[in-house]
T-cell receptor, first 115, second 111 residues
């Protein structure tokens, strides 16, 4: 079993729909990241969460530390939201320094939004 | 623009060859992480450097090595290349607050 599981793997929506992508993890973490990857490959960080909820424009991310679960919501989806969304967890900081641990990634959710 | 610079963007090389991928982290970021993204394995952690020192190793093959220089740029060296090494290689750096910033990646094709 992977340490980070995302669902669904593929998601197709019509423009304007509300979208939810889920992420569950099984390890101790210092933070959870939601990333976006467009065709062409570049990865952009959308959110970093260690508790609660964050909102940026039409995007909302939540995390429940006790249940080891996070969700990414997109309200009023648009074709430009079509991309791969990746959940990644950051392991706890390495002792003896101020660096942050590595990221462990989910397999990604391919989102396609049709006009 | 994340502030993380990776070169080259694309690389095509033959099996058995050696290549060097280069990464400059965001100004002020001391940590550099290397990740490999392949179609069958997804994104996987290779190695981390912090202020010139190796901090953690992941699924990095013995044919691969990396280093971080005093000016904090990092190089990932891949040798005796095989077809299966074809992948996107990402470099990332972390801010003081732990946010992740990714380079645009180097697409390596081994033929």
């Amino acid at each position: 079993k992977n340490e980070v599981e995302q669902s669904p793997q593929n998601l197709t929506a019509q423009e304007g729909e509300f979208i939810t992508i889920n992420c569950s993890y099984s390890v101790g973490i210092s933070a959870l990241h939601w990333l976006q990857q467009h065709p062409g490959g570049g990865i952009v960080s959308l959110f970093m969460l260690s508790s609660g909820k964050k909102k940026h424009g039409r995007l909302i991310a939540t995390i429940n530390i006790q249940e080891k679960h996070s969700s990414l919501h997109i309200t009023a989806s648009h074709p430009r939201d079509s991309a791969v969304y990746i959940c990644a967890v950051r392991s706890r900081a390495i002792a003896g320094g101020t660096s942050y641990g590595k990221l462990t990634f989910g397999q990604g959710t391919i989102l396609t939004v049709h006009p | 623009d994340s502030g993380v610079t990776q070169t080259p963007k694309h690389l095509i090389t033959a099996t058995g060859q050696r290549v060097t991928l280069r990464c400059s982290p965001r100004s002020g970021d001391l940590s550099v992480y290397w990740y490999q993204q392949s179609l069958d394995q997804g994104l996987q952690f290779l190695i981390q450097y912090y202020n010139g020192e190796e901090r953690a190793k992941g699924n990095i093959l013995e044919r691969f090595s990396a280093q971080q220089f005093p000016d904090l740029h990092s190089e990932l060296n891949l040798s005796s290349l095989e077809l299966g090494d074809s992948a996107l290689y990402f470099c990332a750096s972390s801010s003081v607050g732990g946010e992740a910033f990714f380079g645009q990646g180097t697409r390596l094709t081994v033929v």
